[in-house]
């Protein structure tokens, strides 16, 4: 089919960054409101709580946003106390982000509420519907980076 019109809510780039800035949204009532974690400071977050001891361009790389928000997130953490920032032994001028204790309390306590919204979401989905939205964006995100 050859499309010569563009119809926003047809158009693939429009509905997943609309439905991205819906559940994004939505999910951060859940960390923002109990925690004072904005949205941006939930993601740097999420990768230190998996990998430890990253660099920033790694956190941007991960998260897909762009230097100036993860600079900007990190060093608002920083200022909170939920990241700590030291330098490589291997070379001084990277730096390493790693959770504070507080910051590693605040993500375990976040994880599991993060893990039921998504949950929530994908029970209107059945096991085949959840098989195919996988590799539909496992297809995806692999020709996007090609």
Do not use: C
Request: hydrophobic share 40%; proline share 1%.
């Amino acid at each position: 089919m050859n499309k010569t019109e563009l119809l926003l809510e047809e158009f693939l780039p429009y509905k997943l960054s609309y439905l991205t800035n819906l559940i994004s949204d939505d999910l951060s009532k859940l960390y923002t409101d109990q925690f004072g974690i904005a949205h941006t400071e939930w993601r740097v977050m999420a990768v230190l709580g998996v990998s430890s001891g990253v660099s920033a361009g790694h956190v941007a790389k991960k998260t897909a946003m762009d230097k100036v928000a993860v600079s900007r997130a990190i060093n608002n953490m920083i200022k909170n106390d939920l990241i700590e920032r030291q330098f490589s032994s291997e070379d001084k001028r990277r730096s390493e982000l790693m959770l504070s204790t507080k910051g590693q309390d605040v993500y375990n306590n976040i994880v599991p509420l993060v893990l039921e919204y998504e949950n929530n979401i994908l029970s209107i989905l059945d096991e085949k519907e959840r098989a195919s939205l996988a590799n539909i964006l496992k297809k995806l995100t692999g020709y996007i980076k090609e």
